[in-house]
């Protein structure tokens, strides 16, 4: 009879801890997915005011490079984002370049170098190298557009 008890707890324990590695992979599946309530809320003017806040940022060493800048923005608003233009290219839906959109540029013909968010007025918000810091400057100025995504 004590050998079916210890069985029996046995077999307890194993569906224990089987129910808890479930909830553990859920838990991590979930935090790791694009949140929907995010992103069907995320407007593009929320995220131009964000980026907006930046402007005067200094670029590189002691501030933001162009993915970084980008992935801040997104990250105070709830969405993840790789730090990489050419990661972050591949993420989301591509778009026409509406405001808040991630806009992407070859500046120097060797393929996606270089990111920035759309303002939706002809203007990118991006991390200048040109000027040093966190800037808006007309996309037209920007050389080498390659397209737009919709991260949100």
């Known amino acids: 009879m004590q050998a079916r008890i210890l069985e029996g707890d046995l077999h307890m324990r194993k569906f224990v801890v089987a129910l808890f590695s479930c909830a553990v992979l859920s838990a991590v599946i979930?935090?790791?997915s694009p949140s929907e309530a995010s992103a069907q809320t995320l407007s593009g003017e929320a995220v131009v005011a964000e980026a907006q806040s930046y402007i005067g940022t200094p670029y590189g060493a002691g501030g933001?490079?162009?993915s970084g800048f980008t992935s801040a923005v997104y990250a105070n608003l709830g969405v993840s984002l790789?730090?990489?233009p050419v990661a972050q290219y591949g993420y989301g839906v591509p778009s026409e370049?509406?405001?808040g959109d991630l806009v992407f540029f070859d500046e120097a013909g060797y393929?996606?170098?270089h990111v920035g968010i759309a303002t939706?007025?002809?203007t990118v918000i991006?991390?200048?190298t040109y000027y040093g810091t966190i800037t808006e400057t007309p996309i037209s100025q920007v050389p080498g557009y390659v397209g737009a995504v919709d991260p949100a």
């Open 82 to 84: 790789p730090d990489d």
């Open 111 to 113: 393929g996606i170098s």
């Open 120 to 122: 939706g007025y002809g």
């Open 97 to 99: 370049g509406a405001a």
């Open 30 to 32: 979930v935090a790791n």
């Open 126 to 128: 991006h991390a200048s």
């Open 64 to 66: 933001l490079d162009c």
